[in-house]
């Protein structure tokens, strides 16, 4: 099972806490050899969910919206960011150079594409950006690729 992942980055702790225990429970519902987790890696939800797929004995592929992502990521995230793009057995690229938003949508695209289902951080709201959270859903909705949103009740980003 090829499972994807998207959500929110920036949240608070306490909610990043309670997403995390949901993301472990969704992971667990597959057998560790069985499991294939896709993710762009960006902090939040996208590492959790990364870290918590090798844990579980799954194995990680990684998708590269961009050749400059990286940059554009907190520096304080580039270690985890380099240590799951090394443990990853794939990475898929969209062959754009520069990390904007296109860029990124693009990114979620090719993981949807590779998706048997798709889990979503998403509090429900409109994307703040395009290539946002509700963006990526309402991509794999046309896809048909189904989807599970995770969201802690009464939970805000912040």
């Known amino acids: 099972m090829r ?3 998207t959500g929110h980055r920036g949240l608070p ?11 472990r429970e969704e992971i667990e519902k597959y057998a560790p050899g ?8 960006a902090d939040g939800p996208d590492s959790w969910f990364a870290q918590l797929v090798l844990e579980h004995g799954g194995r990680l592929e990684v998708v590269v919206p961009a050749a400059q992502y990286r ?26 150079e520069t990390s904007d938003s296109q860029a990124h949508m693009a990114g979620s695209e090719v993981l949807v594409g590779l998706a ?4 979503a951080v ?5 994307a703040r950006g395009y290539g946002g959270t509700a963006d990526v859903v309402a991509y794999a ?11 802690p009740q009464g939970a805000t980003r912040g």
């Open 71 to 96: 940059v554009g990521l907190p520096p304080w995230h580039h270690p985890v960011y380099d240590e799951l793009l090394d443990r990853a057995t794939t990475a898929h690229h969209t062959g754009r």
């Open 141 to 151: 909705e046309r896809m048909g690729v189904p989807f599970d949103i995770i969201w």
């Open 116 to 119: 048997d289902r798709l889990i």
């Open 122 to 126: 998403w509090d429900g709201q409109p």
């Open 3 to 5: 499972v994807g992942i």
């Open 13 to 23: 702790e306490e909610v990043g806490q309670r997403i995390r225990a949901a993301l």
């Open 34 to 41: 069985e499991l294939v987790g896709l993710s762009c890696i």
